[in-house]
């Protein structure tokens, strides 16, 4: 069984200071990670994933994340946040096992930017 | 490039209605899924495709039921509405593999009242 684990569900940063949203997760087999970005009354957009290449991962809008074995962790930061990143953040896990490789989803954490 | 597209946007049912949710992709994509995202829960999966012709139940699947008769489309079907399926309902494609992402539409806000 897979799970992600989110710690926070809402977050609130200044306008240019750093991101930092936690994941955790849970699998038996190396899995594959993302994090995914919703905006209002929209579907969810891709920000970057983990497939094993490399453990630092780039993403658009200057976001990045780390695959940390060790921890089981796959936090995502960006070093300096803009009124525009304001959104809901979903981390999701699939396990390379098992049909349809169905991604489990983490209950969310909402990114708040103030001035 | 349409992506995925979701219809109808919003919908009202009374208890015991019965409604159609409609997804298309034009990515010829071979999995399809339909999620739920209800506050506070993230989403769920109701059920889902690994092509045309087959379905598998998700995580709550209970309530609902599904059609894959043509690869672009994935039918989800409510057949007695009751007021905890009132929720946002998100259709997604990928291709296989699973390192491949998910490509969301844009939702549909059901209410049953």
């Known amino acids: 069984a897979q799970s992600v684990t989110q710690l926070g569900s809402h977050v609130s940063v200044s306008e240019g200071a750093l991101v930092l949203l936690r994941c955790n997760y849970s699998?038996?087999?190396?899995?594959?990670l993302f994090w995914y970005v919703q905006y209002p009354n929209q579907g969810l957009q891709l920000l970057l994933k983990?497939?094993?290449?490399?453990?630092l991962v780039k993403g658009i809008n200057g976001f990045e994340a780390e695959f940390k074995k060790s921890e089981t962790s796959f936090h995502l930061t960006k070093p300096s946040a803009h009124m525009s990143d304001a959104a809901e953040y979903f981390c999701a896990v699939s396990s390379p096992q098992g049909g349809g490789n169905k991604l489990t989803f983490g209950t969310g954490t909402q990114l708040k930017v103030e001035l | 490039n349409a992506g995925v597209t979701q219809t109808p946007k919003f919908r009202v049912l009374k208890t015991g209605q019965s409604m159609t949710l409609l997804c298309a992709q034009d990515m010829n994509h071979e999995y399809m899924y339909w999620y739920r995202q209800d506050p506070g829960m993230g989403l769920r999966l109701i059920h889902y495709?690994?092509?045309?012709?087959?379905?598998a139940k998700g995580e709550v699947p209970d309530g609902y039921n599904v059609s894959r008769l043509k690869k672009q489309n994935f039918l989800l079907g409510l057949e007695s509405a009751a007021p905890s399926q009132t929720s946002v309902y998100f259709c997604?494609?990928?291709?296989?593999?699973?390192?491949?992402?998910?490509?969301f539409g844009n939702g549909t806000r059901l209410t049953v009242t």
């Open positions: 699998s038996s087999v190396p899995p594959y």
């Open positions: 495709s690994v092509g045309e012709g087959t379905t």
């Open positions: 997604a494609s990928r291709i296989m593999g699973g390192n491949s992402p998910l490509h």
């Open positions: 983990y497939t094993s290449a490399a453990t």
